[in-house]
Every structure is written in structure tokens, then in C-alpha cells.
């Protein structure tokens, strides 16, 4: 059971918008830990997509974007692509006495229809 | 360019003990904070331990406490896991990841299988 919550898959069109929720708690997301998100490729290693709840790295296309509020934050893909049928995982931070922790959500699967 | 290269992953028995080792480059190390993060066969990421950026502080997921130990030595710009007791549930691939201001940069992994 993961820490934070995503939907197990979502699925769209080429050309359509789609988005990725990731529901966290006041100890978390809540408690004002920024929110990553990763793309996942079968086989090879996340990559980082988005960072602090909403930064895209360098050579992130600006279809990609990302948003927080309170405990939960969203990953938004517009133009869908299929280049972008892939895991996507959101990341944030955890704490309790030994201290901050990270925390994963469970991974939603996007197909492209 | 962030690069960070794990090996040392391998067929163990359970019960048996196994290290693996990451290097980094391409990147200041002894200033950054590293995490072990593992992914078993078809499911989703799951954090294993983490240590602060001079080594003196490190924390551990349940699940691994007791059995696992991370370090490092910034000298060689490397990060360690030494795995013990290991379990059929420790079959992972596992990963070393850099921590950028909460964000993590990622190895491509190192592939553990525990089993008799």
C-alpha cells in the first residue's frame, strides 16, 4: 500500500489532454513536501519529469505540466502523444520521529488509445 | 551531467548477504544527499534507505531495517547498500538515486534476485 494515492491507469486519445491525480495526507504533500513526478519506460529507469510541484527540467516538452494544492497534487499531458505511454510515478516526502522519508505513489499506467 | 552507474547485483540464496555499489560523476557528491530505491518485478517503486550528504546520518524503510546498511565514501565519489537476510521478497531491481532539492536523479539499476 503506497504512502500517496494515484489512479492504476488512465488512457487517452492522441491530441487529447489528460491528467494524473496523486492524493497525499497532512504528514506528507499536506506538511508542504514538494511533489515529483517521474515517466517510466518499460525496463529503463524513471526519469524526472516534473520537479517541485511544478518545474519542468531541461528538455521536458511544455506539454507536461504539474500543480499542487493542500494534500494533493496533478500531473496534466495535453497534445497526448504516443510517445507518452509510459508509468508515471509521483514523489514527495514523509516524516515521522527517525525523520523525512521518501514516499511514492503507487504508479498510474497511461495508454494512448 | 548527472551519471550514477550500479552494479554488484546478482543471484543470492536466501538468508545469504549481498553489496552493491553505485558511482557517481558528473556532479559535486560530497554535497549531495543519496537514496536507495528498489522495484520488484512489475510493481512500483519502493523507498529503501537514505543517507545524509557527510554519512552521519542515515534512515531505512521498515521493511529492510536491521538488515540493510547503507554508506558511502565521498573520497571515491561511491555509495554502498550491504544487503543480509536477504528474501525472496528483496527481488528487485534496485536503484541509487541523487537527491536535488527533494527531487531524484536516478541510476539505471542493478537487478537482485533471491532465490534457492
Known amino acids: 500500500q503506497s504512502v500517496l494515492t494515484q489512479p492504476p491507469s488512465v488512457s487517452g486519445a492522441p491530441g487529447q489532454r489528460v491528467t494524473i491525480s496523486c492524493t497525499g495526507s497532512?504528514?506528507?504533500?499536506?506538511?508542504?513536501?514538494?511533489v515529483h513526478w517521474y515517466k517510466q519506460l518499460p525496463g529503463t529507469a524513471p526519469k524526472l519529469l516534473i520537479s517541485?510541484?511544478?518545474n519542468r527540467p531541461s528538455g521536458v516538452p511544455d506539454r507536461f505540466s504539474g500543480s499542487k494544492s493542500g494534500t494533493s497534487a496533478s500531473l496534466a499531458i495535453t497534445g497526448l502523444q504516443a510517445e507518452d505511454e509510459a508509468d508515471y510515478y509521483c514523489?514527495?516526502?514523509?516524516?515521522?520521529?527517525?525523520?523525512?522519508?521518501?514516499?511514492f505513489g503507487g504508479g498510474t499506467k497511461l495508454t494512448v488509445l | 551531467e548527472v551519471q550514477l552507474v550500479e552494479s554488484g547485483g546478482g543471484l543470492v540464496q536466501p538468508g545469504g548477504s549481498l553489496t552493491v555499489s553505485c558511482a557517481a560523476s558528473?556532479?559535486?557528491?560530497?554535497?549531495?544527499?543519496m537514496n536507495w530505491v528498489r522495484q520488484a518485478p512489475g510493481k512500483g517503486l519502493e523507498w529503501v534507505s537514505y543517507?545524509?550528504?557527510?554519512?552521519?546520518?542515515?534512515y531505512y524503510a521498515d521493511s529492510v531495517k536491521g538488515r540493510f546498511t547503507i554508506s558511502r565514501d565521498n573520497a571515491a565519489n561511491s555509495l554502498y547498500l550491504h544487503m543480509s537476510g536477504l528474501r525472496a521478497e528483496d527481488t528487485a531491481v534496485y536503484y541509487c538515486?541523487?537527491?536535488?532539492?527533494?527531487?531524484?536523479?536516478w541510476g539505471q539499476g542493478t537487478l537482485v534476485t533471491v532465490s534457492s
Open positions: 543517507i545524509s550528504s557527510g554519512g552521519d546520518a542515515t
Open positions: 497532512s504528514s506528507n504533500i499536506g506538511a508542504g513536501y514538494d
Open positions: 538515486a541523487s537527491d536535488d532539492y527533494g527531487a531524484l536523479h
Open positions: 558528473g556532479f559535486t557528491f560530497n554535497i549531495y544527499e
Open positions: 514523489q514527495s516526502y514523509d516524516s515521522n520521529l527517525s525523520g523525512p522519508y521518501v514516499v
Open positions: 517541485g510541484n511544478t
